[in-house]
């Protein structure tokens, strides 16, 4: 079993650069999203609500597919597969992220916005140290679950080429036709992997706690 | 007008989709006059401060702050919809104190005083600190600086909401049953801090509360207010001793029974 962990690490590598990439664009994405989402301008809204839709509403797997295999026939250029699969997985994920955002941010009382109000706040205080700070605690966990989420739908990416550790272990399943051991190893990294993410975000949630007890 | 008012309201109009709620409302304060607005659950007293203190536009008529326009300016000769620049400076004018405190709960005591002044004034830090440091001696809670607001009691929660709002120096401070919260005991000591308050400034303070012995004290005039209307209009003796208006004495009834 100790000469197949080279491959399977490299394959964890490249998991973990398709997985902490599409948190990156999800990030990204979730956040222009809610933003839209949320503004007053209904030019924006509507694209917002089409992408959240769109992406949640069909196969991650499919949409891969469909980037792999279709869209470079109309794309002047060939991406690689690890971007294809961090922009698909991202987007994907930035759909369910931009959901989790908007309840966060709605649920943060309308007196905590009349406060800021008449304390004469600019809009950009207001969210930036008024709304975030409260949505915080209620966008951590749920987004902890999503990030979690992403790194084991990053498996799809070894259906597109990418080397990753489903990819790796499937090579190796070929050549050694060692099941249990091929794929326990995977597993056993991609609970790793998860653990390590699962502290981490944990870790951002400590920082980010205040007092919330009672009503304020 | 050579006196300039404080507040003036002309002609507001206000409702929420179907309710009705300010209907062709008139009503003027002058500069340093404490009034205090009372009336039923419903009638509007909380919708005339937030309108005042630019939480709700109202959907025609004029607010006017020191003889000026909240909503409109006029460019070329023209009334036209003022720009947020316009809105946020008259916004400066008005401090509010809310009935259920609205602290920041991710912000200590002290940082929920000095963020505006820090970031809507740009006043430097140690400024800030400095005087919310006074402030918040002026209103006892000396001791509570780097306490969280959960770890407050109603009262002292209101306390560094009254300190809050005083941080940014309005002249114009608006209350909204800031102790209907509390209990009894609690709320007076709040009430008493806001009537020495009072007598230190010089600010035009509006007050919406069914306290009638602090509104007997602290008004230099008393509006009854029922759907949306100015019903009754004088001194504390006036409306709360010798109501002219059947809805006044039913009103004003129905609160004596219950304290
Ligand atoms: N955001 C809102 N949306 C819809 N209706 C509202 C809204 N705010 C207030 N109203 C309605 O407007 C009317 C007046 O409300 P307002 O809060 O001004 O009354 P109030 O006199 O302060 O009553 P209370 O003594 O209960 O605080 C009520 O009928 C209320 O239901
Ligand atoms: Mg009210």
């Given at each position: 079993?100790?000469?197949?962990?080279?491959?399977?690490?490299?394959?964890?590598?490249?998991?973990?650069?398709?997985?902490?990439?599409?948190?990156?664009?999800?990030?990204?994405?979730?956040?222009?999203?809610?933003a839209m989402r949320l503004s007053t301008l209904t030019a924006l809204d509507w694209p917002a609500r089409v992408y959240i839709e769109l992406f949640r509403g069909t196969s991650a797997l499919i949409q891969l597919f469909w980037a792999f295999y279709a869209l470079p026939l109309v794309l002047p250029f060939r991406p690689s597969p690890i971007i294809t699969a961090i922009v698909v997985l991202g987007l994907n994920g930035g759909a369910y992220g931009a959901e989790i955002l908007r309840g966060a941010i709605l649920s943060v009382p309308r007196g905590q916005h009349d406060a800021a109000t008449a304390l004469n706040f600019s809009a950009t205080?207001?969210?930036?140290?008024?709304?975030?700070?409260?949505?915080?605690p209620l966008i951590l966990p749920p987004m902890a679950n999503l990030f979690i989420d992403m790194l084991k739908n990053s498996a799809l990416a070894g259906l597109v080429q990418v080397t990753d550790i489903t990819f790796n272990a499937q090579i190796l399943q070929e050549s050694t036709?060692?099941?249990?051991?091929?794929?326990?190893?995977?597993?056993?990294?991609?609970?790793?992997?998860?653990?390590?993410?699962?502290?981490?975000?944990?870790?951002?949630?400590?920082?980010?706690?205040?007092?919330?007890?009672?009503?304020? | 007008m050579n006196h300039k008012a404080s507040i003036e309201f002309v002609n507001i109009h206000k409702s929420y989709q179907r309710t009705v709620v300010l209907e062709n409302l008139n009503l003027t304060v002058a500069p340093g006059e404490h009034v205090v607005i009372i009336g039923p659950s419903g009638s509007g007293k909380s919708t005339i401060l937030r309108l005042l203190m630019t939480l709700e536009k109202p959907d025609s008529g004029e607010i006017l702050i020191e003889g000026e326009s909240v909503w409109h300016t006029t460019r070329d000769g023209r009334n036209v919809d003022a720009s947020p620049a316009h809105i946020r400076r008259m916004r400066g004018k008005v401090g509010m104190v809310f009935q259920h405190f609205n602290l920041f709960p991710h912000l200590r005591v002290l940082q929920?005083?000095?963020?505006?002044?820090?970031?809507?004034?740009?006043?430097?830090?140690?400024?800030?600190?400095?005087?919310?440091?006074?402030?918040?001696?002026?209103?006892?809670?000396?001791?509570?600086?780097?306490a969280w607001p959960a770890e407050l009691s109603g009262g002292q929660k209101q306390r560094v909401a009254i300190a809050r709002a005083l941080a940014l120096?309005?002249?114009?401070?608006?209350?909204?049953?800031?102790?209907?919260?509390?209990?009894?005991?609690?709320?007076?000591?709040?009430?008493?801090?806001?009537?020495?308050?009072?007598?230190?400034?010089?600010?035009?303070?509006l007050f919406v509360t069914h306290q009638m012995r602090f509104a007997r004290q602290i008004a230099d005039r008393v509006l009854f207010f029922d759907r949306g209307r100015i019903i009754e209009n004088g001194t504390p003796e006036q409306v709360l001793d010798h109501p002219q208006q059947p809805r006044t004495r039913e009103f004003l009834n129905n609160v004596f029974q219950a304290s």
């Open positions: 079993m100790l000469h197949m962990l080279p491959m399977m690490l490299r394959g964890a590598l490249v998991t973990g650069e398709v997985t902490a990439g599409a948190i990156v664009v999800a990030s990204v994405a979730s956040s222009c999203a809610v205080t207001k969210v930036f140290r008024v709304v975030l700070p409260q949505a915080w036709l060692r099941n249990a051991e091929v794929y326990g190893l995977a597993l056993v990294i991609y609970f790793i992997m998860a653990l390590v993410l699962a502290g981490f975000m944990r870790l951002l949630e400590r920082r980010m706690k205040f007092p919330v007890g009672a009503r304020i | 929920n005083i000095t963020e505006a002044p820090i970031r809507v004034m740009g006043m430097p830090r140690s400024q800030a600190v400095r005087r919310a440091t006074d402030l918040l001696d002026r209103v006892g809670l000396a001791d509570k600086a780097e120096q309005p002249r114009i401070m608006l209350f909204d049953e800031i102790t209907s919260a509390l209990d009894p005991e609690i709320a007076g000591q709040v009430l008493q801090l806001v009537l020495d308050l009072a007598k230190q400034t010089e600010m035009t303070m």
